[in-house]
């Protein structure tokens, strides 16, 4: 069986399915179909810190399903499905119509509404079908539920816990034993495999009778009436019932997500704009990130960011940093959380078991079969290249914006043994270059952002093998390399501040002249295991500029190649250029499209004054996002906007997913030309708007302390107001120098 980090196979298709819903809170999310019903067979039901609670959830009245109507989202974690009942035999028209009101948190809340629009009291029978097995995160994903649930020493329960339980036994595919007895409020599925124990526990409202797999009620709905009930569904750890955070009877509006996600609104920046698509799809975006945060219950003032819905709803290093520097313009708290997470988990030994080194920063965080339900009670995989620099280069960019000075002080430590893997373990050979290679073979084997097993080609369509230097790793190390720097200069150690400038100058000196070609006018994606340029064309280039590593009088041919037509799309950078063998535009990482990629290559083009040619990017980007109703997917087919004009979904992304809905902050960001260097008195301000866009107003923007109002465009005297900077920090309307420091 394979890790999950490493599994290559096909994955089942949930999110962007036609009818499914997604909600999500934390650990906890749902997938069911347009009626809200979760049917077995399928990647369906509610999973709870990486595992399937419950597997099966379908209401029928009278027999029959329900005609769906309409499925109304009214926040990310909760859902209102309509439906209509079947009319009686002989009758044209239903009276009849059901309610189901979701909310999901550490559990389930469901409210099943049956509303009677005739004139007449009318009889129905509702039955509610439950199933629970179980099965791992990663085996649904995999579809490979069989081989994982009930194999070996597993033992399932099902039983009403008012009376004596049914033992299954071992190799039971699935916990369809029937309840004790009939006519008690609950169901209790139990789950046993060694020494660890999971369950869940089903709760009903009102009378109900329980008999197997199914719940029953019956009952006259007045006419012009009502009739409700209310599920509760209590995951269980050990025996212990962990209670929704939505329960029946309590009103929904106290519940942690809902009072969590109204603060998070009232401190996200307003945006007022001519231009509808883009003030939509930033409010989008705010939403998705809202929904995305994760909250340790033994840190609960850390608030960390998931990767995406549906299947990575936990903590990744690379994905959480890039979604948090993003999203600076909204909550710089957001990037202080994170860190102080991945500061936690740092690693401290040799480990080849988890591609663990001391100073590395993880990769991936997994709940698995943990009791607690803190971070840090599951499996810790630390395969990836890029993370650790990145670490460094948000820490010196939270201290650019001028938040929680001493909070980043303490965590100077933790960027201090970051730098130290990089320097040691990263550069194991010592030619100054960060390489990867997995300790063993159930490590990832490419350990970029394009961590697929073929993310990294040659350009006649070879896989390079690791161990690989790939370009914005080492873009990153130079961007952590100076961050260092600073940091000693503001601490007053000027040999420490000199030695780091010195070595980001040799990184970038060397990274100019061993990963140019001349002839192509472009940087290789990597060096291989014998140093050689690994020649395709990508979007990689893009991180370089991001960074500033890329010396001026490369930047022009740079910037033709990626905007060439071979790379843009009308939508997007193409991760993988057209002319390149390997070039897949439904691939995962060899031709798609991903908006977190475009955004940097954007924000990378923008640094270096191309500003025309970032703004095209950002275009492309909000026409991508409107055409899918304001958010913006994991990633997209590469397929040309000049043939296909819709944006072509890839089909097993994630949405929302968290450096996607980030994306569209950075863009803002790139159109405002907004640099804070809070700790030497400045900030650049030089915003350009793009065609289409005549005025553009962002009020709340959090810097040093303090919420400052940006407003640009037709009607602004001078064409740009700032309001709210602090006086201690000089306004520099101009664009921050490509050389200038990260």
């Known amino acids: 069986m394979s890790d999950p980090w490493n599994f290559a196979g096909p994955v089942t298709q949930v999110a962007g399915a036609a009818g499914t819903v997604t909600l999500v809170d934390e650990s906890t999310f749902a997938i069911s179909d347009g009626a809200g019903d979760m049917t077995t067979g399928s990647a369906q039901g509610l999973f709870f810190r990486d595992m399937r609670v419950l597997s099966r959830l379908e209401v029928l009245v009278d027999g029959v399903r329900a005609e769906a109507l309409a499925a109304v989202n009214e926040d990310p974690f909760s859902s209102t499905f309509v439906s209509r009942c079947p009319p009686p035999p002989g009758r044209a028209d239903s009276t009849l119509m059901v309610f189901r009101s979701r909310y999901v948190g550490q559990g389930m809340r469901e409210d099943v509404t049956i509303r009677n629009f005739g004139d007449e009291p009318t009889f129905f029978r509702l039955e509610v079908f439950v199933a629970a097995d179980f099965a791992d995160l990663f085996a649904v994903k995999e579809g490979r539920v069989g081989a994982q649930v009930g194999t070996g020493e597993t033992a399932v329960t099902v039983h009403n816990p008012s009376g004596p339980s049914a033992r299954g036994l071992p190799g039971a595919s699935r916990p369809d034993r029937p309840p004790a007895r009939a006519g008690a409020d609950r169901l209790v599925y139990a789950y046993r495999r060694g020494g660890v124990s999971r369950g869940v526990e089903l709760r009903f409202t009102g009378p109900v009778t329980l008999v197997e797999d199914l719940a029953t009620f019956e ?37 942690a997500p809902t009072e969590r996600l109204a603060r998070w609104r009232r401190q996200v920046p307003a945006v007022e704009t001519d231009h509808a698509g883009l003030k939509a799809v930033v409010s989008r975006s705010a939403e998705d990130l ?8 033994e840190f609960p003032e850390r608030v960390v960011v998931a990767a995406g819905a549906p299947w990575f709803m936990t903590v990744f290093g690379r994905d959480s940093l890039l979604t948090a520097w993003m999203a600076l313009l909204v909550d710089p708290d957001l990037a202080l959380g994170v860190l102080q997470t991945l500061a936690r988990f740092q690693g401290r030994d040799v480990d080849p078991r988890r591609d663990e080194e001391p100073g590395r920063i993880l990769h991936e965080m997994r709940f698995g079969e943990a009791a607690s339900l803190s971070l840090g009670g599951g499996s810790i995989y630390y395969g990836t290249a890029d993370a650790t620099p990145l670490f460094v280069m948000l820490l010196g960019e939270l201290r650019r914006w001028g938040v929680a000075r001493e909070l980043v002080d303490e965590l100077l430590p933790n960027a201090e043994r970051a730098i130290e893997w990089i320097e040691q373990f990263g550069d194991a050979d010592g030619d100054g270059y960060v390489e990867y290679h997995r300790a063993t073979d159930r490590g990832l084997a490419n350990q970029g952002w394009k961590d697929s097993w073929d993310g990294i080609r040659y350009g006649d369509g070879r896989i390079a093998e690791a161990p690989i230097a790939l370009c914005e790793v080492q873009a990153y190390t130079y961007g ?5 720097a600073h940091f000693a200069h503001e601490a007053g150690d000027e040999r420490t501040y000199q030695r780091f400038r010195a070595k980001a100058a040799q990184l970038k000196a060397a990274f100019n002249r061993d990963f140019w070609l001349e002839d192509r006018g472009y940087f290789a994606v990597g060096l291989d295991a014998d140093k050689r340029p690994i020649d395709s064309l990508t979007s990689n280039l ?21 905007r060439s037509p071979a790379m843009f799309s009308g939508w997007g950078v193409r991760t993988l250029s057209t002319d390149n063998r390997g070039y897949n535009p439904i691939s995962y990482h060899c031709g798609s499209v991903w908006p977190h990629d475009t955004a940097i290559v954007a924000a990378g083009l923008a640094r270096y004054g191309y500003e025309d040619d970032a703004l095209r990017l950002v275009l492309g980007l909000l ?3 409107q055409a899918e109703g304001g958010r913006l997917p994991e990633l997209f087919s590469g397929l040309d906007r000049a043939d296909i004009a819709v944006p ?22 790139t159109i405002l030309r907004l640099d804070p260097w809070v700790p030497y008195g400045k900030t650049w301000l030089r915003p350009r708007l793009p065609e289409g866009i005549g005025y553009l107003k962002v009020e709340g923007v959090p810097i040093a302390g303090a919420r400052v109002t940006i407003e640009v465009g037709e009607g602004v005297p001078g064409g740009v107001a700032v309001s709210g900077l602090p006086a201690d920090v000089e306004l520099v309307l101009a664009p921050r120098q490509p050389g200038t420091a990260v």
Do not use: M, N
């Open 290 to 297: 809202g929904a995305l945060r994760i909250f340790d219950p």
């Open 542 to 562: 893009g991180h370089c500029l991001w960074t500033g590593i890329v010396d001026e009088d490369k930047a022009a041919r740079v910037a033709e190649a990626l």
């Open 623 to 625: 026409d991508a996002a």
């Open 480 to 484: 952590a390399y100076l961050a260092r």
């Open 648 to 669: 072509v979904g890839y089909p097993t992304s994630c949405s929302p997913q968290a450096w996607a809905a980030a994306s569209p902050l950075l863009c803002l960001r």
């Open 219 to 255: 009952a006259i709905v007045p006419a012009r009436g009502t009739w409700s009930t209310c599920v509760e569904v209590a995951p269980l750890i050990d025996s212990t019932a962990i209670d929704p955070r939505y329960r029946c009877g309590q009103p929904v509006e106290r519940a």
